[in-house]
C-alpha cells in the first residue's frame, strides 16, 4: 500500500527511526463504523477520500471496529480512489480485542497464534498482501509482551506485515518490545486533557527513537469546541459511559473548553484546530490522528496544519488547560484496567 516514490502533497513526519513516512496528521476511521452512534457509509468512504485528496495518508483502523466493518469500508475507500492516492495509503491495524455477539469487550489475545490468525483475517477484509503497520490493541497481561512482538515480527519477515507498533503500552513493556524486533510507533492517547504520556512514557519512546500516533486529540469531541452541555448522546454512543462526558465532570470539562476556546478565537482559528496545533507542537515524532467522521470535520481538521503556535500561544493555551486538569478518567474504570501504559 506504500510507495516510497510517492509525493505527498501535505507536511511528512516519520512513524520513529524503523518505521514510514506518513502525513503529519492521519484519519482515525473508528468513528465510521462502532462507538459513535449511527455513521453515514457514503459519507465516511467521502470522507477517506477526501483525505486521501488532502495528503493525509496514514489511516488507522481496527479489526474489532465494528466486527471488521471498518477494514471492509477501508477496502472499499482504498478500491475506489485514485490509484496514486490508493498506493500512498499506509494502513494501521490494531488487533487482539475479544469480542461478544452483543457488543461487549471480554479481553485480549496476544498469544502467536492467535496474532497470525488476527493478521489473516485483516489482510482478506482489507483486500491487500500486506498491512504497513500492526499492533495490538492493548497489552495482553497473561502473555510476555516479547511473544505477542515476536509473531508480529515474524510476520515481518514473512512480508505481511511492514513495521511493527505498540498501543498504550508502559515504559518497561516498551523497552521490552523494543529488545524484540524494531518497533515504529507507540500509539496513545494524548491530548491537552491526557498528558499522562509526558512523565515517563515519551521520554522512553524518544530514547529508542519510536514514534507516537496520538489518538483523543480532541478528547472524542469534547475539547473540538462543538459539544454542548445539553447534548444527548445516541444510544450506542461510548460518550455515554466515559466519566470525563458525565454529570459535573462534563461541566468543569466544558469550562476548560470555553478557555481554550476564548485562546482559540484571539488566535483567529477554531477550537479543534488550537487543541490539534498543541499536539502537533510537541514534537516532529508525534503524529496526531483526527476522528473526523465527515468531510467537514476533516476540513476543519487539515486547517491545524498551517496553524503556527508562538511561545505566547502555547503559554496562553497551558493557561486555560492546564496539565492536570481534566475531571474524570479517560475510560470507564474496567477498561483503564486493560491499559498497561496507566499500570
Known amino acids: 500500500m506504500t510507495s516510497s516514490a510517492a509525493q505527498l ?34 459519507e465516511s468512504i ?29 477496502n472499499e475507500a482504498l ?17 487482539g480485542a475479544l469480542r461478544t455477539v452483543e457488543g461487549g469487550f471480554t479481553g485480549y489475545d496476544g498469544r502467536p497464534a492467535a496474532v497470525k490468525n488476527f493478521a489473516a483475517y485483516s489482510l482478506q477484509r482489507l483486500g491487500t498482501d500486506h498491512i504497513d503497520v500492526y499492533r495490538i490493541a492493548r497489552v495482553d497481561p497473561d502473555v510476555p509482551i516479547e511473544e505477542t512482538v515476536g509473531a508480529i515480527a515474524e510476520l515481518v519477515e514473512a512480508g505481511h506485515v511492514r513495521h511493527i ?16 524486533a524494531p518497533i515504529a510507533d507507540l500509539q496513545i492517547e494524548y491530548s491537552l486533557l491526557s498528558r ?14 519510536i514514534g507516537v500516533t496520538a489518538y483523543g486529540v480532541l478528547s472524542r469531541g469534547l475539547i473540538s469546541g462543538h459539544f454542548t452541555r445539553d447534548r444527548e448522546l445516541a444510544p450506542g454512543d461510548f460518550r455515554g459511559m466515559s466519566p470525563r462526558f458525565q454529570g459535573e465532570n462534563l461541566q468543569r470539562n466544558l ?26 507542537s510537541r514534537g516532529t515524532d508525534i503524529v496526531p490522528l483526527v476522528g473526523a467522521r465527515t468531510r467537514a470535520r476533516l476540513e476543519e481538521a487539515l486547517g491545524a496544519l498551517d496553524v503556527a503556535l508562538d511561545a505566547g500561544d502555547l503559554a496562553a493555551i497551558e493557561k486555560a488547560v492546564p496539565a492536570g486538569s481534566a475531571s474524570g478518567e479517560r475510560y470507564p474504570r474496567a477498561q483503564m484496567a486493560h491499559l498497561d501504559s496507566e499500570h
Open 255 to 280: 469550562d476548560l473548553v470555553d478557555r481554550l476556546r476564548a485562546v482559540a478565537e484571539a488566535k483567529g482559528v477554531s477550537t479543534a484546530q488550537a487543541a490539534i496545533a498543541w499536539v502537533l
Open 79 to 95: 478500491r475506489t480512489a485514485p490509484p496514486a492516492a490508493r498506493e500512498q495509503a499506509v494502513v494501521s491495524v490494531k488487533f
Open 165 to 180: 507498533g505498540l498501543s498504550e503500552a508502559g515504559a518497561d513493556t516498551i523497552r521490552r518490545a523494543a529488545a524484540t
Open 46 to 74: 467521502a470522507t477517506v477520500h477526501a483525505a486521501l485528496d488532502a495528503g493525509v495518508t496514514l489511516l488507522d483502523t481496527g479489526d474489532f471496529y465494528g466486527m471488521g466493518h471498518n477494514e471492509l469500508l477501508i
Open 9 to 42: 502533497p501535505r507536511p511528512v513526519r516519520a512513524l520513529g527511526t524503523t518505521g514510514p513516512q506518513v502525513s503529519a496528521l492521519g484519519l482515525g476511521c473508528m468513528g465510521m463504523s462502532a462507538l459513535y452512534g449511527a455513521a453515514d457509509r457514503a
Open 196 to 209: 499522562g504520556i509526558e512523565q515517563t512514557i515519551l521520554p522512553t519512546v524518544r530514547e529508542l527513537g
